[in-house]
Nanobody
């Protein structure tokens, strides 16, 4: 089992920055990839960014590319999402997720952290 706990959400004005953190515990050595997703009110959950556990590979959705950066600190079992130049469209609950294999679905999820961007 892998447990995930997000933190760092909050309220910020457009153009501001936030850094989300995801603390992983349990069988973290078995995790193949970690990701951030978000869900805005009335919308489906969407992919934001991911990173493999070695940190050698990352990917981003087009909507955040160039503004968000995903990183990890294996020594601390932490994954981060640095969010810059935030817009009201980034307002959502952000979730940390993990999966155990390239072919697997994301089976481990945190409880989410709210990010609110005001104009």
């Amino acid at each position: 089992q892998v447990q995930l706990l997000e933190s760092g959400g909050g309220s910020v004005q457009a153009g501001g920055s936030l850094r989300l953190s995801c603390a992983a515990s349990g069988r973290t050595g078995s995790v193949y990839k970690m990701a951030w997703f978000r869900q805005a009110p009335g919308k489906e959950r969407e992919f934001v960014a991911d990173i493999n556990w070695s940190g050698s590979s990352t990917s981003y959705s087009d909507s955040v590319k160039g503004r968000f950066t995903v990183s990890r600190d294996n020594a601390k079992n932490m994954v981060y999402l640095q969010m810059n130049n935030l817009t009201p469209e980034d307002t959502a609950v952000y979730y940390c997720a993990g999966k155990l294999a390239v072919w697997a679905a994301y089976g481990y999820w945190g409880q989410g952290t709210q990010v609110t961007v005001s104009s």
